[in-house]
């Protein structure tokens, strides 16, 4: 049987708590990452930041305001410009938006409770800890990978 540690992203990706909400977004999109942990500055776990932490952020903001900010009612005239209101639009950083103290697995969990929890919890993302250090990640699609034998 599969264990977490034949399937986990080894030396995961991560941010910490002071790392801002476009950034968290920007890598998540670039990497095609579900989620991102969060660590302190010196490696701990504190957290867990999904793309679904990241769009509730953005539903605190009057959505016809965003939609009127990305019609272009104001001007951008570069990445720089668009780059400059994402940062105004998302003036929160990771520590506000994670979800703390989040639930993880050990290397030597089986894939099936893996699995379980995701589909159960609803969880997206969930980091691997071993000995109280974070060790990987296992996102939906290393699962969806492990059942299409890839």
Known sequence: MLLAKDIMTAAPVTVTPETGIA????IMIQR???GLPVVDAKGTLVGVICQSDLIAQHKKLNLPTLFT??????PLRSMSDLDEEMRKISATNVGQAMTPAPVTVGPETPIDEVASLMVDSKYHTLPVVDGGALVGVIGKEDVLRTLAGA
């Open 23 to 26: 950034e968290a977004a920007r």
């Open 32 to 34: 095609k990452f579900n």
């Open 69 to 74: 900010v990305l019609d272009g009612f104001i």
